[in-house]
């Protein structure tokens, strides 16, 4: 079973910073901390990851509660093309580095 | 780098026939993962490969569901005796190596319908 809580929907404007909030607070000390998105009729796709410090990248950062128990994947500025449901994941060391997918939280980017 | 692809990208078959797909990954990726996936719910994981090596069965791939990945290649995924409960998009995905970093690249699946 998928150890994270997202919520179900969010809504952002076009061109506004948004923050996905992710719970995960059974997290152990060797689980990383995975984000994925899967836009409408593809398969999904990997965003980012980390494990204790905040992460940045082309599409977004990642930043990660010290306690580790949450995290928030933030797009600076969303667009159209980010409306997506976007996956929050840990991935665990005795899982064998498969990815177990909650709910996801979809995200509506409005004009 | 051409991405993973499935094939085919629809299918649709009667209740109790077989039917079978086909995942290509990317050259050299040395995991191969399926999924099944419903609407509204996000992918479940089916299996996964190392090579050629099934390394894991979920619980939900009965045995009317096999899979293969010979040579350590493409891999298919074989359902025998369909069932309506069996619609759902397949997903494959690869990756370069096990791991917990390493990310999964996922193709665009393959949706069955049974009618």
């Known amino acids: 079973d998928a150890k994270t809580t997202q919520p179900n929907s969010m809504e952002s404007n076009e061109e506004e910073p948004v923050h996905l909030p992710c719970n995960h607070s059974?997290?152990?000390?060797?689980?990383?901390i995975h984000w994925y998105r899967q836009l409408p009729s593809q398969g999904p796709e990997y965003v980012i990851h980390g494990l204790t410090s905040n992460v940045n990248n082309r599409m977004a950062s990642l930043a990660i509660a010290e306690d580790r128990k949450s995290s928030t994947l933030i797009l600076h500025r969303a667009t159209l093309r980010d409306a997506a449901v976007y996956y929050c994941?840990?991935?665990?060391?005795?899982?064998?580095?498969?990815?177990?997918f909650g709910q996801g939280t979809e995200l509506s980017v409005k004009p | 780098d051409t991405g993973v692809s499935q094939d085919p990208r629809h299918k649709i078959t009667k209740r109790g026939q077989n039917v079978t797909f086909r995942c290509d990954p990317i050259?050299?990726?040395?995991?191969l993962y399926w999924y099944r996936q419903t609407l509204g719910q996000g992918p479940e994981f089916l299996t996964y490969?190392?090579?050629?090596?099934?390394?894991?069965k979920s619980r939900l791939l009965s045995d009317r569901f096999s899979a293969e990945r010979p040579k350590g290649s493409f891999s298919t995924l074989e359902i025998q005796r369909t069932e309506q409960g069996d619609s759902a998009m397949y997903l494959c995905a690869s990756s370069p190596r096990g791991g917990l970093t390493s990310p999964l690249h996922f193709g665009n699946g393959t949706r069955l319908t049974v009618t």
């Open positions: 994941i840990l991935r665990e060391d005795n899982q064998g580095g498969k990815l177990i």
């Open positions: 050259s050299e990726h040395n995991r």
């Open positions: 059974t997290i152990s000390g060797t689980d990383y």
């Open positions: 490969f190392q090579n050629e090596a099934q390394l894991e």
